[in-house]
Nanobody, 119 residues
Framework: QVQLVESGGGLVQAGESLRLTCTASRSVLLFKTMNWYRQAPGNQRELVAGITRDGTRTYGTYASSEKGRFFISRDDAKNTVTLQIYNLKPEDTAVYYC??????????WGQGTQVTVSP
């Protein structure tokens, strides 16, 4: 079993930045991919960004778009995956979830952290 704990969410104003961190209870070297999803009220959960085990490839709806506002990284020594978000917009308001997949295709989710962006 793997526990994932997200932190770093909160209430911010448009234009500010946030750094979300997901800490895993086991070594992140066990995970094939580590991802951040988000879900806004009334919307489906969507993939924001993901990163491969060796950190050489990132992907996701926002990882390479939105003029570089979303950046994902991992720290194997700390067992964390981080999502840095710049220039936050009200439409970024959502619960952000950490998600990992191991090499056996098992997946785990964190409980989520709320990000609220005021105009």
């Amino acid at each position: 079993q793997v526990q994932l704990v997200e932190s770093g969410g909160g209430l911010v104003q448009a234009g500010e930045s946030l750094r979300l961190t997901c800490t895993a209870s086991r070594s992140v070297l066990l995970f094939k991919t580590m991802n951040w999803y988000r879900q806004a009220p009334g919307n489906q959960r969507e993939l924001v960004a993901g990163i491969t085990r060796d950190g050489t490839r990132t992907y996701g709806t926002y990882a390479s778009s939105e003029k570089g506002r979303f950046f994902i990284s991992r720290d194997d020594a700390k067992n964390t995956v981080t999502l840095q978000i710049y220039n936050l917009k009200p439409e970024d308001t959502a619960v952000y979830y950490c998600h990992v997949q191991n090499f056996g295709a098992l997946t785990y989710w964190g409980q989520g952290t709320q990000v609220t962006v005021s105009p």
